[in-house]
């Protein structure tokens, strides 16, 4: 079994259902990852201490989702110079609380943020991917596998329209 190279942190277990959409799009790729919970507000010197040996460790992403006041990814990026990808997490005020503190990183210590929730832990995969197969040939080509079939549906989806299309027409 290869070493993991995605670090997926949550600042909390209630954030775990949310990430869990990234966990699925890891595994669909074949990425091997490790999820932990830390959090900037209640273990900070664990958290520190994990982002300071995450690179020695084999981590060449760290993807870290947390909500409200979310200092994680940050905390976590001015530790490291591993790429660090922010999922604001929608615990409370729909996510906006979350967006804020995570995207609005002061100059130097860059978190590359994604969307609020699901989507974002999605996403945030697919970019942790996107790096990592930049060295990866295999998974270049399973990345490519993912976006045709990501076509394929909608493509599927216009033919059934057209087909149901009486439905949507005013005639
Ligand atoms: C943050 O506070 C976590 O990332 C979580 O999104 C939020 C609430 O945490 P819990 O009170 O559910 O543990 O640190």
Excluded: C, W
């Excluded at 130097?108 to 994604?114: D, S």
């Amino acid at each position: 079994m290869p070493k993991p190279k995605v670090a997926l942190l949550v600042g909390s277990d209630s954030d775990i259902p949310t990430m869990q959409e990234g966990i699925e799009v890891l595994i669909k790729l074949q990425i091997p990852y490790e999820l932990h919970i830390y959090s900037a507000h209640r273990t900070p010197d664990q958290t520190l201490q994990f982002a300071q040996k995450a690179h020695e460790q084999g981590f060449h992403v760290i993807i870290a989702g947390a909500g409200m006041a979310a200092h994680l990814a940050g905390i976590v990026a001015a530790h490291t110079l591993l790429p660090v990808i922010g999922v604001p997490m929608e615990g409370s005020l729909q996510g906006l609380d979350s967006l804020l503190s995570t995207v609005q990183m002061p100059k130097g210590v860059p978190v590359g943020t994604v969307a609020i929730g699901k989507t974002g832990a999605t996403n945030a995969a697919l970019l942790a991917a996107q790096i990592l197969a930049l060295s990866d040939e295999g998974l270049l080509k399973r990345l490519r596998a993912y976006r045709s079939s990501m076509e394929q549906e909608v493509l599927n989806k216009d033919k059934g329209l057209q087909k149901d299309a009486k439905r949507f027409s005013k005639n």
